[in-house]
């Protein structure tokens, strides 16, 4: 029995459970159903964690992280709890005429979007665990099945309750209804592919959030260029250009390289077994493309791609004046002196750290998740500037460098010559136990977990650290965690992990202080600044116990959470 219990209770579901609870505690009246629906969908988080943690069916199917827990709760709340504690603040501006009912909604679809995707992940791994042979008892199978069946039924309710407030007709209710399914099937469809595709490479929860997220981004995407086709046909409050918080140019570029890059490795299929067709039939034979030809066409369809396709669709959706492209170059020149000396900072800290670090990992005994930390500083050298000094450009550079990491990312997984083998090595320089040969997602996971509390932060914000909550989570606290608890650490949280008390004290310790200096630097350039200290500790220790106590990927997970807490 105790065994059961000591099984049941871990640290990082009672910090899942803290975190979900101030959220729902935080909720005004209005926002009541959206609250009971995240509290379902946490149960019915836990209770397929729990399954899947006692099944290993799941486990051996999936092939996921060795060395992490399945993640399936802190991955099914994660976004979710992000997208209410957004309404919660866009519900502070309604009230304060910042902002309007149609933004309301419309990231209201979004939290419904989110929820949708998680929840038909939910349901599909517990679909795929009662395929299993019969190792538990029947009545426990029996119990868990009807509470999921249950929490699914009062969710799809909630769900319809909520829509149906922001619709004006039946039409638009139903279609809002279909959109939901659309995201939960995609989701469905997304997350397979990942694990199957890429085993080894992410725990299920770590890969439930890549898949609701860029479901909802895809999601994002195709309704608006839906919206553009056929205006008078989908309900307004699903994409942002149709009311008033109109698209940036920015985000629009950053949108349409990203999602390109994402789908280029399906084009190019396609492009490669048409010229493979076209060779079979010239020759009369079963002759295939060479390395060499791979590679021109690769770099050819992928510089045709990038510039000429995506700017199209940037074009169809924004009406811009100019190719997006010369577009950033105006943008980049109507500052000249801010911002290419800011690039040229930029190139010079990349080319000094990368090339000191490269070097150490080769020849030091140095461990490579601590050595891995200097660049989490690195960042903070980068990006905290930037963002007090050029928030708009910062949005750009992000955009720009994570196109970069997609690119080099399909080149060196391809092994496209003449790149791909050199850069294979020299990323392997960089990697450590939760990486792969597959896939390297470190770096990908640190520039988003600083990128994303930037993006989702335009518009407005009347929280001026919550941009902040990646540069502070993991270039301040999470490195002064493991920098402190690796020198000095003696009390260790768990008898099997290796975070300790020392590190995590640490870490809290050092993000508050850098909050105490830059809240007045804030004040004293204009920022909003009305988040109260004791609410400012809160988030930020339930933050470092988060990255005490979970197996997860805490770049990805840590600063949504950090972010979440602090819009409230």
């Not at 407005?460 to 402190?484: E, K, Q």
């Amino acid at each position: 029995m105790t065994k059961t219990k000591t099984s049941l209770v871990t640290g990082e579901r009672v910090v899942v459970a803290v975190v979900v609870s101030r959220v729902i505690l935080s909720l005004p009246l209005s926002l009541i159903s959206h609250g009971f629906s995240l509290f379902l969908l946490c149960l019915s988080a836990f209770l397929v964690e729990i399954r899947a943690e006692t099944s290993p069916f799941l486990l051996s199917r999936f092939s996921p992280r060795r060395g992490a827990s399945s993640g399936i709760l802190l991955g099914a709340v994660t976004l979710p709890s992000v997208m209410l504690s957004k309404l919660v603040q866009l519900t502070r501006a309604i009230s304060l005429h910042e902002a309007e009912q149609d933004e309301l909604s419309h990231v209201t679809m979004q939290y419904w979007a989110a929820s949708a995707s998680c929840c038909a992940i939910l349901i599909y791994l517990s679909v795929i665990m009662s395929q299993a042979k019969k190792t538990e008892s029947l009545s426990s199978s029996l119990w868990l099945t009807r509470v999921s069946l249950t929490g699914t039924v009062f969710y799809g309710v909630a769900c319809f309750v909520s829509l149906s407030m922001i619709s004006h007709t039946g039409l638009n209710t139903s279609l809002k209804m279909l959109w939901m399914l659309f995201h939960g099937l995609a989701a469905v469809k997304l997350i397979r592919h990942l694990l199957c595709t890429f085993p080894s490479c992410a725990s299920i929860g770590e890969a439930l959030l890549v898949t609701s997220g860029l479901v909802l981004y895809f999601g994002d995407f195709l309704a608006c260029t839906i919206a553009k086709i056929c205006e008078n046909l989908i309900p307004v409050d699903l994409v942002s250009v149709s009311y008033g918080i109109k698209r940036s140019e920015t985000g629009i570029i950053v949108q349409g390289l990203l999602l390109g890059l994402l789908l280029f490795p399906m084009v190019f299929r396609c492009v490669l077994h048409i010229y493979e067709t076209f060779l079979r039939k010239r020759d009369g034979g079963q002759r295939n493309c060479n390395d060499a030809a791979k590679s021109i066409l690769f770099f050819v369809s992928l510089v045709f791609f990038m510039v000429l396709a995506v700017p199209s669709w940037m074009q169809f959706v924004h009406d811009f004046h100019q190719h997006p492209f010369l577009w950033v170059l105006t943008f980049v020149f109507s500052e000249p002196l801010k911002r290419i000396s800011l690039c040229i900072y930029w190139v010079l800290l990349i080319v000094v750290s990368v090339s000191r670090f490269y070097s150490i990992s080769r020849s030091s005994k140095v461990e490579r998740i601590l050595l891995r930390k200097y660049y989490h500083l690195m960042a903070v050298l980068m990006f905290l500037p930037a963002l007090v000094l050029q928030p708009k450009f910062l949005d750009l550079a992000f955009g720009a460098a994570l196109a970069v990491f997609v690119a080099l990312e399909i080149i060196r997984i391809w092994r496209v010559q003449p790149l791909g083998e050199p850069l294979h090595h020299f990323m392997n320089a960089f990697t450590d136990h939760r990486d792969s040969e597959l896939l390297i997602v470190s770096h990908f996971s640190l520039l988003l977990g600083c990128a994303l509390p930037i993006w989702m932060s335009s518009g407005f914000n009347d929280r001026a650290l919550s941009p902040f909550s990646g540069i502070l989570s993991l270039g301040i606290g999470d490195t002064m965690a493991s920098m402190v608890g690796h020198k000095y650490g003696v009390l260790r949280w768990s008898k099997t992990g290796k975070k300790t008390v020392e590190g995590t004290a640490a870490g809290i310790t050092s993000v508050m202080a850098v909050c105490f200096v830059l809240v007045p630097v804030l004040a004293s350039m204009g920022y909003i600044l009305s988040q109260g200290w004791w609410s400012l500790l809160l988030a930020v220790t339930a933050t470092g116990m988060l990255e005490a106590y979970t197996a997860q990927l805490d770049n990805a997970f840590i600063p949504l959470v950090f972010y979440s807490l602090l819009c409230l």
